[in-house]
């Protein structure tokens, strides 16, 4: 059976300005995967890369099948949700608009996805009706996380979801990570600078360095890793 997710040999530019350079990478169905590396590394453009919202080359596959020539749009209909790096919400409409814009592909179970939706983040009954703007920037996280949870996809691209953003609610959102993972078998690829947290909820993380992959392997073996620990982990 192939991966879930599958890059191979991908490279992506910004006009003349290439970011990636052949970075490849799989992510395994239901495994949570990490990618980390400093600011520039790629990590923004490799999540675009599989959303094809950047000019790409090389090979990206989902489910086995090829995402060549597929709009943003149909990649979302096949089961990959992408919360972006500042959390884009809608800010002038409610937090249950914003809900119902993310379930926009699908017909049906709309409902019960709401209430799956308030099962992981208690606050959103409460806020149903307030403005997305007026909420904190931990709350206007979560709400992406949550819009995007509404397309119900078996793969979810998080960029950086702890930016910025308290440690309480970090592990917060790490909490329902895992549990999206565990409980609903969803797939994770989430780009994070914060490799203490990431690590400790990836089953497998990839470096990158200047658009390449400079390491990769089991979070375990990368936690210990000499280069890793200097580098990322600050021990």
């Not at 989902?62 to 919360?83: C, Q």
């Not at 009954?125 to 996380?145: V, Y």
């Amino acid at each position: 059976m192939p991966a879930l997710l599958e890059l191979h040999d991908v490279e992506a530019r910004y006009g003349a300005v290439k970011a990636l350079h052949g970075v490849s990478l799989v992510a395994e169905e239901k495994q949570i995967v990490a990618v980390l590396g400093a600011n520039g590394a790629g990590k923004t453009t490799t999540l675009r890369a599989i959303s094809n919202t950047v000019r790409r080359s090389g090979e990206v596959r989902f489910a086995g099948k090829s995402l060549a020539r597929r709009s943003p749009e149909s990649i979302v209909r096949m089961g990959i949700a992408h919360v972006p790096e500042g959390r884009g919400t809608f800010s002038e409409l409610t937090v249950n608009e914003n809900l119902r814009l993310g379930a926009y592909t699908r017909r049906g179970g709309i409902k019960d996805d709401l209430k799956r939706v308030r099962e992981l983040f208690p606050w959103i009954e409460r806020r149903a009706e307030q403005q997305a703007g007026t909420l904190s920037g931990g709350e206007q996280q979560m709400l992406a996380m949550a819009r995007a949870i509404m397309a119900r996809p078996r793969l979810l691209l998080l960029d950086e979801p702890s930016l910025g953003l308290a440690p309480l609610i970090v592990s917060e959102i790490f909490r329902i990570v895992r549990e999206l993972n565990e409980r609903d078998g969803t797939t994770v690829l989430v780009v994070e600078q914060n490799a203490n947290i990431a690590l400790e909820a990836a089953d497998t993380a990839y470096v990158l360095e200047v658009g390449r992959v400079a390491l990769s392997g089991p979070s375990a073996d990368l936690r210990e890793h000499e280069a890793v620990r200097r580098s990322y982990l600050g021990y």
